[in-house]
């Protein structure tokens, strides 16, 4: 055999190698679970008298399913799967039941603890997949944690009191200035807390995490936003006090009014929250002298904010972009809030009433969804 007869057999090899790989790919011919509504198929044809290399190629199956299908229908056999095959369960209801009581006992266990705890007082030996997959079973996925802020009990009525005065508001949150500080990282984003949970059980006390309002940032940043309208974003640095919070926003805010309201318009307000900045003689003698009024805003409510929304929208943003500088950490910040439409922010305060009714269901504390 020459040369020549050697290259032109590996050529012919190759080619029927492929068409041969193609076949089997294209007819399913390796094993696959196959569906009640396939085999219901399988029954018709073989009663229309198709042969079943036929049905194989029209249902796209292999030969064999379709005679493993006439014979059960000769044997009078069900097609479905008789029960008890397959592979059994490691644990027992009741033993279902024990595992769900541990769980419940601290939510935020891995399943590598709750299995090594299981296998602790028991002599049958579980594993974490096992462990993962009978919770699962049950209903309890995996969540993350939610902070929330630490409220007083004469918080949570200022904010029951907020919410039922402002209830019947509509076209009125279109007329309030959204403001609020933020501060961002460079490294560090956020910490994750994972727990089990029903779907249903999302509000509940223990999906939550407590934590302290403010925070410490790389970069720190004051915007503001209105119905269908995004103001400028301003950054500072250094602790924020009375006469720092006025040198933020002199500038940007009164320009924002200007280019947003009607100048014979006045019904509008301010809305910012209770920190000692905000609230102090400096800042209350600023705002009466530009003739400001100031919205009476219930304390530690960021879930009634919706400018906190554009904040995660950033934060979700610098999780992906990942940034590695405090000058790059600034830049993404500047192109991710200039990437927030205005039609985004008219949703947010579209959201503002039923923030309000989910704030009275939920009595004042804090609410998931709105």
Known sequence: MCYRDFVYLF?????????????????????????????????????????????????????????????????????TNSVGQGRKKATT????????????????????????????????????????RRLLSMGY?????????????????????????????????????????????????????????LISETDEPFNFVPRVQGGGGTVSVWGCMSGGARGSLVTYTGRLNGPAYIKVIEHALPMFIENTFDSKQ???????????????????????KNRINVLEWPSNSPDLNPIENIWDYIDKGLTKLKPTTVYELQEMIGKLWCNFSPIRCQNLVNSMPRRMQRCILARGKTFNKY
């Open 266 to 288: 006045n019904d509008w307000v301010f809305m910012q929250d209770n920190a000692p900045a905000h609230t102090c003689k400096y800042s209350a003698a600023w705002f009466k």
């Open 93 to 132: 209801e009741r033993e279902d039941r024990f595992l769900l009581k541990k769980m419940k006992e601290n939510r935020t266990k891995s399943s590598q603890i709750l299995a090594a705890e299981w296998n602790s007082s028991n002599q049958k030996q579980l594993c974490a997949s096992t462990v993962r």
């Open 11 to 79: 050529f012919v090899f190759s080619f029927f190698n492929k068409f041969l790989w193609y076949y089997l790919f294209k007819f399913n011919m390796g094993r696959s679970k196959v569906t009640c509504e396939t085999k219901s198929a399988i029954k018709t044809l073989l009663k229309n008298n198709l042969s079943q290399r036929q049905i194989a190629r029209q249902l796209n199956v292999s030969q064999n399913c379709v005679f493993l299908v006439s014979q059960k229908l000769k044997a009078n056999l069900p097609l």
């Open 141 to 197: 996925k995996t969540y993350t944690t939610k902070r929330k802020p630490l409220r007083t009990v004469h918080q949570i009525r200022q904010r029951i009191k907020f919410a039922k005065g402002h209830q019947h508001w509509l076209n009125e949150w279109n007329n309030v200035i959204w403001s609020d500080e933020a501060h961002f990282e460079v490294l560090n984003r956020k910490n994750r807390l994972l727990v089990r949970r």
